[in-house]
């Protein structure tokens, strides 16, 4: 499952992606309200994490947007925010569940847990394309009768590719999702991981390749070796 996290707090941010991640989600994470109607709108998520101090448009803003153009994602409200009025408030413009900062990683899974289970949505355990299959919670690599294990950041890397095959992904898009938006990465650092996957996938003799887009990113291709 496809989460939207957003939150501005850069720290905060990446230790709620990598909790999710832990657990087998996808985490598209982005900092402010702009953003999130953009992702909200151009993406199928099964839920969405929405903090209400943002900058440009808040939280509240945020959801009575998406509310109104019809979105039915369930929606939790993360915020330090706390007092009854406040939670009325996300709560009457379209919120599912608000949960107050401070946290424990055990209530976000449980919340999380309980709003995706009504829609039906599943946790996968591995992501299949072409002649390839990764194992999510081992961050094994599998072709045929071949395997190999991936690095974290090998596996976080493919992982974003996996989940949408078809997809140009660029290398800011790489860097955010897999270094976090605070951190020093650059296209360099991608390009390297780049390389590192393709010599697995060679490995694996697998007929996947990662192509380069030019001036734009990468994307999978599946055909013949």
Known sequence: MNILLVEDEIALSNAVKKILEQQGYF???????????DYARGMEYG???????????????????????GLSTPILMLTARSTVPDKVEGLNSGADDYMTKPFASEEL?????ALTRRTGEVIVDKIDFADL????????????????????????VLRLF?????????????????????????????????????????????????R?????????EAGAC
């Open 47 to 69: 839920l969405i994490i929405l903090d209400v101090m943002l900058p440009g448009m808040d939280g509240f803003e945020v959801l009575r947007t998406l509310r109104r153009g």
């Open 27 to 37: 985490v598209d994470a982005v900092y402010d309200g702009g953003d999130a109607v």
């Open 162 to 210: 996996l989940y949408d095959p078809s997809a140009t992904i660029t290398k800011d898009s790489l860097i955010i999702n897999v270094w976090g938006g605070d951190s020093d990465a650059s296209d360099n650092n991608v390009e390297v991981y780049i390389s590192f996957i393709r010599k697995k996938l060679r490995f694996l003799r697998s007929e996947v390749t990662i």
């Open 133 to 156: 299959s990764l194992d999510v919670k081992s961050a094994v690599l599998t072709c045929g009768d071949k395997r190999v294990q991936l690095s974290r950041k090998e596996f976080e």
């Open 212 to 220: 380069n887009v030019q001036k734009i990113g990468y994307r999978l």
């Open 109 to 113: 899974l449980a919340r999380v847990g």
